[in-house]
């Protein structure tokens, strides 16, 4: 059952949340063991809710779920991102998106993990440990929303919510063979303890097995929030039941935005999707080079993320009430938090400007072409000890406070070579605020998935249902 269905069931009695909730409970007391992809549990308080709440006229009545520990605050709950510093924080107060995930009738059961403080493309926190793949344990589940990932690619929830900062949703997707949407900048609740994250960049939304689960989700989720930084009118009952009218225009693009070696597999997922387009009469245009410099986006992308670190860590000082060290983080937090103390106020604007020009630029190719076909990440899920740094590198890492801004540029850029390598088609959507969606369409000879990516103009998730469940229905989905 997808979680449309168990809803569905809740509602006409053929199955009660608690029987629902206490499956879920068996299945991660089994399964998650072989993950490690939860970081604390709520399951006498799932308990008592499936017994007492009113699930009536809910749309996902009495569904379980663990939410991602990073944001996503509950109050009194638990919620680390993924940091030795926060191993005992209890959040004051729920954000507006939990909020808004209860009033659907959702019953949380505890957090997944991720990467300290969502930072990497895996999912490797040292205060939790690895999280596995399912398919493969020697791999790693991706991140940030490795976690969320690891439990519905196992079926031990239907769906997961999750958030992407520059990937963190359809990257765990790609690997997990799930659907993974990023929707468009202002579409779902921000709130009230952030509401601009990196600038707008990081939303919240989910991993999910079905097109119904995801459309019902962001119907259900979206909001005119007026007194955000980034309100975005709603779309209409009728927008989420759109079908296509007629061909699309679709640019694909097969090579890395930052010139990175994209894999054979990953091209072979795109020329599976295209073969499928075309033979249901869309346009395909092959475009030889990315609409935005990729390698000047991430330099701006480097540029807020550190800013906005290092104002989290003044955050935090004025909390703890004294100043961090390196030994309160790892070392790829220390290495930001540095470079952000540094960056010129005039700097971090003229990124933010240049943010708003990759919107325009990616508006006006829209007027051509309707959709971005892209891979969503370049290979398939990492060995545990693949994106590793060397020991020199490490060692230059902790001292960089003693660099300057240039040297600690050119140590931020090669401390996530690696990674960008691997995920390099996903931060870009970040950035202009389009919706982007991871769909599961591709498994290499060795049985590992790998997803491709759609993106289109900002506000046209409805675009989107509408090709994802042109693949679905036609079994193209793995």
Same mark, same amino acid.
């Given at each position: 059952?997808?979680?449309?269905?168990?809803?569905?069931?809740?509602?006409?009695?053929?199955?009660?949340?608690?029987?629902?909730?206490?499956?879920?409970?068996?299945?991660?007391?089994?399964?998650?063991?072989?993950?490690?992809?939860?970081?604390?549990?709520?399951?006498?308080?799932?308990?008592?809710?499936?017994?007492?709440?009113?699930?009536?006229?809910?749309?996902?009545?009495?569904?379980?779920?663990?939410?991602?520990?990073?944001?996503?605050?509950?109050?009194?709950?638990?919620?680390?991102?993924?940091?030795?510093?926060?191993?005992?924080?209890?959040?004051?107060?729920?954000?507006?998106?939990?909020?808004?995930?209860?009033?659907?009738?959702?019953?949380?059961?505890?957090?997944?993990?991720?990467?300290?403080?969502?930072?990497?493309?895996?999912?490797?926190?040292?205060?939790?440990?690895?999280?596995?793949?399912?398919?493969?344990?020697?791999?790693?589940?991706?991140?940030?929303?490795?976690?969320?990932?690891?439990?519905?690619?196992?079926?031990?929830?239907?769906?997961?919510?999750?958030?992407?900062?520059?990937?963190?949703?359809?990257?765990?997707?790609?690997?997990?063979?799930?659907?993974?949407?990023?929707?468009?900048?202002?579409?779902?609740?921000?709130?009230?303890?952030?509401?601009?994250?990196?600038?707008?960049?990081?939303?919240?939304?989910?991993?999910?097995?079905?097109?119904?689960?995801?459309?019902?989700?962001?119907?259900?989720?979206?909001?005119?929030?007026?007194?955000?930084?980034?309100?975005?009118?709603?779309?209409?009952?009728?927008?989420?039941?759109?079908?296509?009218?007629?061909?699309?225009?679709?640019?694909?693009?097969?090579?890395?935005?930052?010139?990175?070696?994209?894999?054979?597999?990953?091209?072979?997922?795109?020329?599976?999707?295209?073969?499928?387009?075309?033979?249901?009469?869309?346009?395909?245009?092959?475009?030889?080079?990315?609409?935005?410099?990729?390698?000047?986006?991430?330099?701006?992308?480097?540029?807020?993320?550190?800013?906005?670190?290092?104002?989290?860590?003044?955050?935090?000082?004025?909390?703890?009430?004294?100043?961090?060290?390196?030994?309160?983080?790892?070392?790829?937090?220390?290495?930001?938090?540095?470079?952000?103390?540094?960056?010129?106020?005039?700097?971090?604007?003229?990124?933010?400007?240049?943010?708003?020009?990759?919107?325009?630029?990616?508006?006006?190719?829209?007027?051509?072409?309707?959709?971005?076909?892209?891979?969503?990440?370049?290979?398939?899920?990492?060995?545990?000890?693949?994106?590793?740094?060397?020991? /020199?590198?490490?060692?230059?890492?902790?001292?960089?406070?003693?660099?300057?801004?240039?040297?600690?540029?050119?140590?931020?850029?090669?401390?996530?070579?690696?990674?960008?390598?691997?995920?390099?088609?996903?931060?870009?959507?970040?950035?202009?605020? /389009?919706?982007?969606?991871?769909?599961?369409?591709?498994?290499?000879?060795?049985?590992?998935?790998?997803?491709?990516?759609?993106?289109?103009?900002?506000?046209?998730?409805?675009?989107?249902?509408?090709?994802?469940?042109?693949?679905?229905?036609?079994?193209?989905?793995?």
């Amino acid at each position: 059952m997808d979680a449309t269905q168990m809803a569905q069931n809740v509602r006409s009695k053929k199955i009660s949340p608690l029987e629902l909730v206490k499956e879920v409970i068996q299945k991660t007391e089994s399964i998650n063991p072989k993950l490690n992809a939860i970081t604390s549990q709520r399951f006498e308080k799932g308990l008592h809710e499936a017994k007492t709440r009113d699930f009536s006229g809910k749309l996902f009545a009495g569904v379980p779920i663990f939410l991602k520990d990073l944001g996503q605050e509950q109050k009194g709950e638990p919620s680390t991102a993924g940091s030795k510093l926060f191993k005992d924080y209890r959040a004051k107060i729920s954000d507006y998106y939990v909020q808004k995930l209860e009033e659907l009738g959702f019953i949380i059961l505890g957090r997944t993990s991720t990467p300290e403080f969502g930072f990497k493309n895996i999912s490797d926190s040292a205060l939790h440990g690895n999280v596995n793949l399912p398919d493969d344990l020697s791999r790693n589940a991706g991140g940030s929303s490795g976690g969320a990932a690891a439990l519905v690619a196992t079926d031990v929830i239907p769906l997961a919510p999750a958030s992407d900062g520059g990937g963190s949703i359809r990257i765990p997707a790609s690997f997990n063979g799930l659907i993974g949407l990023k929707p468009s900048r202002g579409r779902v609740p921000v709130g009230p303890n952030s509401y601009r994250g990196w600038q707008g960049a990081s939303v919240q939304f989910a991993l999910t097995k079905t097109v119904r689960d995801t459309r019902n989700l962001l119907q259900g989720l979206q909001v005119y929030q007026i007194e955000s930084p980034f309100p975005l009118a709603t779309l209409s009952k009728a927008d989420f039941q759109k079908k296509l009218k007629k061909p699309l225009k679709i640019a694909v693009q097969l090579e890395s935005p930052i010139g990175g070696i994209v894999s054979e597999d990953a091209k072979q997922a795109v020329k599976k999707a295209v073969s499928f387009l075309e033979q249901k009469g869309h346009h395909i245009t092959l475009i030889d080079k990315s609409i935005i410099d990729g390698i000047e986006a991430m330099w701006t992308y480097y540029i807020i993320t550190s800013v906005e670190t290092a104002a989290m860590f003044d955050k935090i000082e004025h909390f703890l009430k004294r100043p961090v060290t390196i030994d309160d983080m790892e070392v790829m937090s220390w290495v930001l938090y540095q470079m952000g103390q540094n960056i010129p106020a005039k700097n971090y604007t003229k990124a933010i400007s240049q943010w708003d020009q990759y919107s325009q630029l990616m508006a006006k190719f829209h007027q051509e072409y309707d959709v971005l076909l892209s891979p969503t990440t370049a290979d398939v899920a990492p060995k545990h000890e693949q994106l590793l740094l060397t020991n /020199q590198q490490l060692d230059c890492l902790k001292n960089s406070e003693h660099f300057s801004l240039k040297e600690q540029k050119e140590l931020v850029w090669d401390m996530f070579s690696k990674s960008l390598d691997l995920t390099p088609f996903t931060q870009q959507a970040n950035m202009t605020g /389009q919706p982007s969606i991871s769909l599961p369409i591709y498994r290499n000879q060795g049985g590992l998935a790998l997803g491709i990516q759609l993106t289109v103009a900002k506000g046209r998730e409805d675009l989107l249902f509408s090709i994802a469940e042109m693949f679905e229905k036609n079994q193209q989905f793995l």
